[in-house]
């Protein structure tokens, strides 16, 4: 008799079709499964924070999903060799052949990818399993840590820079959208009320991890050493900008720290982040590629083909999903039929003084669930709080590398500033749930409760952080506004290595019509 978690863990691995294929020209079983692994895990009991990562597949019988474990111990025994194994493909093609143990599994389909059972009811998935998927979360509203959480341990270093740099994208963000509003940039967003999926998040990753971000993730960067005088100089779009002054401001990029230019179009990152993974596993490099998305992301095709191309290809990818309930003005109600924000782990107060509050969407649920129709794990995690993203973010890299496969983590945070300055968020959503989340509900505030509990920040800290990089960005702002831009052949400048005849003439002609109306360009771009 099979343990219903061994039975499950059986059935995913069947269900990977390079695995069944060689299992069944090849070898067997034991060779992959050692018989120690299923031994050991079987009987250990789950811990909290496994426990939310969503299994690829399900069993019919068991609509709540069982529990894959997951821990060094266990990842260092299975390394996911793919291709190493013995015998018995017949007993993999039996368990995957049947969902149902009451119909003769002798009369079944023998379909590519594995036998498919006939039953003679009709049957309709159904559009739910009925229950939402929990929100892991560490730290209580008060910074306390709740009883009985998993999480992974921080060292005062490490804590007090994810700290600082919450604090300090928080501060960047301020001087640049006021610069923006003085008419000294043309273009700015913030990461206002997400600065723990930044921070954390990076902490949680290797340097060799590539980054393939939306727009909103600055905070990776300000983690890697990338300085405050280099956004600047990106924003001001000068001659020491990275991208030579012809991205808008904040599409940020550094191939020095592995973070892939930003670019405008939404989700378009997505499959080139599987492509990119895909090309590391090749490599057997031991790192992953990490990428970001919001929750309007997800309406679009390309997080589709991108959640498929990686299951496929197993590609060792982490989809981060920041699902702060208004993409850029589009309540999730209107997105998509996944609305709750307030899950069983998340015992607050009603959120939103909107008719439309997540509490009384009684549908389908989110982003997480999405990962499972294309066989990834997933995890719902609490956006706002630093710790339970650190955990999360760490587990899923380790679960991508070393199991080289994709996980989709879906953060629920909520963007308390406006989309960008050419936004007013006050059109759409009701000024007092800005206020709340913003006051109630700051990952920056959680965080600093929980880090001075522990004797490792101060009043006095705070103070001198605060003080010390107000001067700095202020200064960076200046030298960046000084800098001269860069010259116009920059415009054509980077395609071709021998530029052709109507680039050639599109260059002359721009140059004589700058000469013929000197008053309508800027003076300060050198000829």
Known sequence: MFHPFCYHAYVWFAKSRAISHHLNREVGFMGILHQKFWTSSCSRHPSSLSSIFIPAGIHEDHPTPHVFPFNSSITTRFSLRRFKSTKAASQLEQLYSTDDDDHDTSQALDFPGGKVTY??????????????????????????????????????????????????LQMMDTVFYEAQRQGRISFYLTSTGEEAINIAS????????????????????????????????QCFGNKDDYGKGRQMPIHYGSKKHNFVTVSSPIATQLPQAVGIAYSLKM??????????????????????????????TEAPVVFICRNNGWAISTHISEQFRSTILITSLLPLPVLFSSTRSPLLQLTSDGIVVRGRAYGIR??????????????????????????????????????????????????????????????ERNP???????????????????????????KQL??????????????????????????????????????????????????????
């Not at 983590?409 to 909520?414: G, I, P």
Request: aromatic share 10%; net charge negative.
């Open 474 to 527: 202020l200064q960076v702002i200046q030298v960046a506004e000084k800098t001269e831009k860069p010259p116009l052949k920059y415009l054509f400048s980077d395609v071709y290595d021998i530029p052709p005849p109507n680039l050639c003439e599109q260059e002359k002609q721009l140059r004589e019509t700058i000469h013929a109306h000197p008053q309508d360009y800027p003076s300060d771009v050198p000829l």
């Open 444 to 470: 920056v505030n959680r965080f600093r409760k929980w880090v001075e509990r522990n004797g490792w920040w101060s009043e006095e800290k705070e103070s001198e952080l605060r003080s010390s990089f107000k």
């Open 378 to 439: 997933s995890i719902r995690v609490d956006g706002n709080d630093a710790l339970a993203v650190y955990s999360a973010i760490h587990a899923a890299r380790e679960m991508a590398i070393s199991m080289q496969r994709p996980v989709l983590v879906e953060a629920l945070s909520y963007r308390a500033g406006h989309h960008s300055t050419s936004d007013d968020s006050t059109k759409y959503r009701p000024v007092d749930e800005i206020d709340y989340w913003k006051k």
């Open 119 to 168: 039953i003679p009811e009709m049957r309709f998935l159904s559009e739910s399993n009925g229950k939402r998927v929990p929100c892991y979360r560490v730290l209580d509203d008060n910074g306390e840590i709740i009883r009985g959480s998993d999480y992974e341990q921080l060292s005062e270093e490490v804590a007090v820079k994810i700290y600082s740099n919450m604090v300090s």
């Open 283 to 312: 490599d057997k490099k031991d790192s992953c590629v990490v990428t970001y998305t919001g929750d309007g992301g997800t309406s679009e095709g390309d997080f589709h083909a991108a959640l498929n191309f990686a299951a496929v």
């Open 202 to 233: 990076a902490a949680a990753l290797s340097a060799d991890d590539i980054i393939l971000p939306q727009y909103r993730e600055p905070g990776i960067l300000l983690w890697r050493g990338f300085t405050i005088q280099e956004f600047a100089n």
